[in-house]
């Protein structure tokens, strides 16, 4: 056998075993990308629940502060509505106008209404209404001001209720108002979910405070299969796939979920990562081929 057919032979092989080798690795890139639960799909969901995490704790931390704002500003506007009464009915729609009230309340000592704007509630007392129940030792000169009862409207919104004791007589009694507020959500939680990023599910109390997870619906946590706190597990919502992690801060009970193709399992960013480095061996084996080849025809 001639050196040069010896020559072609080694060469040949050579670059056989070179192209073999990117062959193998190239296998291995592809297992790491489309391994199920890889050690990249527990980063993705590990940092978005440190993440969901972190803005919950601050959201709790804050949340007295925040609340005693916010009850500030509504105690705040109800004395203003109390020093604004003069003792003349005529006023209380002005008042209502200029300070944002749905309604304004006057009532004496006991609790009795003997004024409103609207005028429908006169003869009625404080105690009549759950909303206002709460209100009646304004009226009795037991506390200065006080905030009655929240409740959410059907459009997101809430409907409040606040008193402060009379200050154009001393016989007592209150000036008593009804808003509508839209910021209060915001204040109790609604909106942090959305600020976590997506797929978050927060629960307080056992129930649904805030959610960003929309193929999750209402479905609890719970009943999503996450049971422990800090493990990565997967999940099914709404027929689809995710890596999803639950952890516990304070009163708030937090899911945090992350679709496959975002954490590294299979998807678009898989088949890219694939096909880039494949062609690119394919075009590095046959460059190897064709320097062999010349190198040894010489």
Request: glycine fraction near 10%; proline fraction near 2%; hydrophobic fraction near 40%.
């Amino acid at each position: 056998m001639s050196k040069e057919t010896t020559g072609k032979k080694i060469g040949a092989g050579l670059a056989a075993c070179v192209l073999a080798e990117l062959l193998i690795i190239s296998c291995v890139v592809s297992l790491i990308a489309i391994k199920p639960g890889s050690a990249e799909a527990g980063s993705a969901v590990d940092k978005a629940s440190e993440l969901t995490v972190k803005k919950v704790t601050a959201f709790d931390e804050d949340s007295v502060r925040t609340n005693a704002v916010f009850t500030d500003m509504i105690l705040k506007r109800v004395c203003g509505a109390a020093l604004a009464f003069k003792g003349n009915e005529a006023e209380l729609e002005g008042i209502a106008s200029t300070l944002s009230f749905d309604s304004v309340i006057v009532t004496d000592e006991k609790g009795k209404i003997t004024a409103s704007y609207p005028d429908d509630l006169k003869g009625k007392a404080l105690k009549d209404d759950p909303k206002t129940l709460s209100l009646t030792p304004v009226a009795k000169g037991i506390t200065n001001k006080a905030m009655g009862d929240i409740t959410e409207n059907e459009d997101g919104t809430y409907q409040i209720t606040a008193a402060a004791r009379r200050t154009d007589r001393e016989e007592g009694g209150a000036v008593a108002v009804v808003l509508t507020n839209d910021t209060y959500g915001a204040v109790q939680g609604k909106e942090l979910a959305a600020s976590c990023g997506e797929n978050v599910i927060i629960e307080k109390d056992g129930k649904r405070l805030s959610s960003s997870f929309a193929d999750a619906g209402e479905t609890s946590i719970a009943d999503l299969g996450v049971k422990e706190d800090d493990k990565a597990v997967s999940i099914k919502a709404n027929g689809k796939d995710y890596d999803a992690k639950a952890a516990t801060v304070g009163e708030y009970h937090t899911l945090t979920a992350v679709a496959p193709q975002a954490s590294g399992g299979n998807g678009w960013g898989t088949f890219w990562i694939i096909a880039i480095t494949d062609i690119v061996l394919a075009a590095a084996g046959i460059i190897i081929f064709m320097v062999a080849g010349k190198s040894k025809a010489k």
